[in-house]
């Protein structure tokens, strides 16, 4: 079989481990990069690949199976409709755009192109979101109800001193975090059609947020809670709980969601279930039959990458497409608006879009 050849434009720190996928992978190989910082070259001679100062240069010279975009926010679209206007399917870091209507325009471009377009919103990729999917959709909880969410966590004092950008507006949890939240809720849970939050500064005294209370509203008529802090000594966290990347430490005793419905409840990512056996036995007076789902743990971004390969080669649909990529990061700033006005904020969709994530 023809290893696909891939480019990766951006060598900066996600760039350089999508680099290492690459060459670890046996249905890939790195072709190019694309990066005209001067640390790039040694990366590129390292990497035994040709080095570009642009994506416009490389289109020039040779023509990948495909792209990934690791490269600051503000040049998402711009590149991503080069990768389009070239005919190269490209996997664009999320988020997807800097702003909702800019996403937008690059999604009217390459559905017209049908240049297939996945974003990087790597969790979505998860076996253990798979598992709670799989569990959610074959009914074991009944309908839902309503979920509980938390990212607690204690971001150190070097994390500001490094980018002082981050205690100003725009550099808080909100903006940063909250949007892998989002693509998890969303595949879980359904589309979110309103959103209320409060925030405050009160721990860190930045400019900007460190902790968000959060309401939402499902379309299907679940609501759901959620606590975003940066300040809290906690584990109560994606990156704490799934043990998915090794740079964190893990607890396998915390969740950081409970999903309930009215037929039971599970936690996540601990996959401890509890459900009642049939209609006629729920009530808070009576046991529960109680479980853990059973569910295997892989990389995410290594399993991102493959499917990316099944996409190049038509073998596959973009599990997280470009409008899902805008509707997280709609989501996000209507959270953001919400917690500066103290509104309820809608959120519905377009009538004519669909999401791969919660058709």
């Given at each position: 079989?023809?290893?696909?050849?891939?480019?990766?434009?951006?060598?900066?720190?996600?760039?350089?481990?999508?680099?290492?996928?690459?060459?670890?992978?046996?249905?890939c190989?790195?072709?190019?990069?694309?990066?005209?910082?001067?640390?790039?070259?040694?990366i590129?001679?390292?990497?035994?690949?040709?080095l570009?100062?642009?994506?416009?240069?490389?289109?020039?010279?040779?023509?990948?199976?495909?792209?990934?975009?690791?490269?600051?926010?503000?040049?998402?679209?711009?590149?991503?409709?080069?990768?389009?206007?070239?005919?190269?399917?490209?996997?664009?870091?999320?988020?997807?755009?800097?702003t909702?209507?800019?996403?937008?325009?690059?999604?009217?471009?390459?559905?017209?192109?049908?240049?297939?377009?996945?974003?990087?919103?790597?969790?979505?990729?998860?076996?253990?979101?798979?598992?709670?999917?799989?569990?959610?959709?074959?009914?074991?909880l009944?309908?839902?109800?309503?979920?509980?969410?938390?990212?607690?966590?204690?971001?150190?004092?070097?994390?500001?001193?490094?980018?002082?950008?981050?205690?100003?507006?725009?550099?808080?949890?909100?903006?940063?975090?909250?949007?892998?939240?989002?693509?998890?809720l969303?595949?879980l849970c359904?589309?979110?059609?309103?959103?209320?939050?409060?925030?405050?500064?009160?721990?860190?005294?930045?400019?900007v947020?460190?902790?968000v209370?959060?309401?939402?509203?499902?379309?299907?008529?679940?609501?759901?809670?959620?606590?975003?802090?940066?300040?809290?000594?906690?584990?109560r966290?994606?990156?704490?709980?799934?043990q998915?990347?090794?740079?964190?430490s893990?607890?396998d005793?915390?969740?950081?969601?409970?999903?309930?419905?009215?037929?039971?409840?599970?936690?996540?990512p601990?996959?401890?279930?509890?459900?009642?056996?049939?209609?006629?036995?729920?009530?808070?007076?009576?046991?529960?039959?109680?479980?853990?789902?059973?569910?295997?743990?892989?990389?995410?971004?290594?399993?991102?990458?493959?499917?990316?390969?099944?996409?190049?080669?038509?073998t596959?649909q973009?599990?997280?497409t470009?409008?899902?990529?805008?509707?997280?990061?709609?989501?996000?700033e209507?959270?953001a608006?919400?917690?500066?006005?103290?509104?309820?904020?809608?959120?519905?969709?377009?009538?004519?879009?669909?999401?791969?994530?919660?058709?």
């Open positions: 079989m023809r290893l696909i050849r891939l480019a990766v434009a951006g060598a900066g720190a996600i760039g350089r481990r999508h680099i290492e996928l690459i060459q670890e992978s046996d249905r190989q790195l072709a190019a990069i694309a990066d005209p910082a001067q640390a790039a070259a040694e590129a001679a390292k990497a035994g690949v040709p570009y100062r642009s994506l416009g240069e490389l289109f020039e010279k040779a023509r990948p199976d495909g792209i990934i975009l690791a490269t600051p926010n503000h040049l998402h679209v711009e590149q991503a409709l080069e990768c389009v206007a070239a005919g190269v399917p490209a996997l664009i870091e999320k988020p997807v755009a800097h909702v209507e800019e996403g937008e325009r690059l999604q009217a471009t390459a559905d017209r192109a049908k240049v297939p377009l996945l974003v990087g919103h790597h969790r979505a990729h998860s076996p253990i979101l798979a598992k709670a999917r799989e569990i959610i959709q074959q009914g074991r009944g309908k839902l109800v309503g979920v509980m969410g938390s990212a607690i966590f204690y971001k150190p004092d070097d994390y500001f001193d490094v980018a002082p950008w981050r205690r100003e507006a725009g550099g808080g949890p909100v903006l940063i975090n909250m949007i892998h939240e989002i693509g998890n969303r595949s359904g589309e979110i059609v309103a959103v209320q939050a409060q925030s405050s500064n009160a721990r860190r005294g930045f400019v947020e460190d902790t209370a959060i309401g939402l509203r499902f379309e299907n008529g679940a609501l759901g809670t959620f606590l975003l802090s940066d300040t809290a000594g906690s584990a966290s994606w990156e704490q709980t799934s998915e990347n090794t740079d964190y893990s607890y005793d915390e969740d950081c969601y409970l999903i309930a419905g009215d037929m039971g409840s599970l936690s996540v601990t996959m401890r279930l509890k459900t009642y056996a049939r209609k006629e036995d729920r009530s808070w007076f009576k046991p529960f039959e109680t479980g853990v789902a059973e569910m295997v743990r892989a990389d995410p971004l290594e399993k991102q990458l493959a499917h990316f390969c099944d996409v190049i080669a038509g596959a973009p599990l997280v470009v409008y899902d990529g805008i509707q997280n990061l709609r989501i996000v209507a959270i608006e919400a917690s500066r006005t103290g509104a309820i904020v809608n959120t519905r969709r377009p009538s004519a879009a669909v999401s791969s994530l919660t058709a």
